[in-house]
């Protein structure tokens, strides 16, 4: 998945989700893990499909 969050240090890299949270309000927030570390709470509109 390619992450777009200008506030995360690693927007615009590609990672792997490894886990998946749903909220109280039904949304679901993510865990992706990169190279250097990884982003937690990601929400599904700032993931991206990699090529």
């Not at 309000?25 to 250097?36: I, K, L, M, P």
């Amino acid at each position: 998945m390619v992450l777009h969050d200008e506030h995360s240090e690693f927007d615009g890299e590609t990672g792997e989700v490894t886990q998946k949270v749903e909220t109280m309000f039904g949304d679901a927030n993510y865990t992706v893990a990169f190279e250097d570390g990884q982003e937690q709470g990601v929400p599904e509109d700032n993931l991206e499909a990699a090529e």
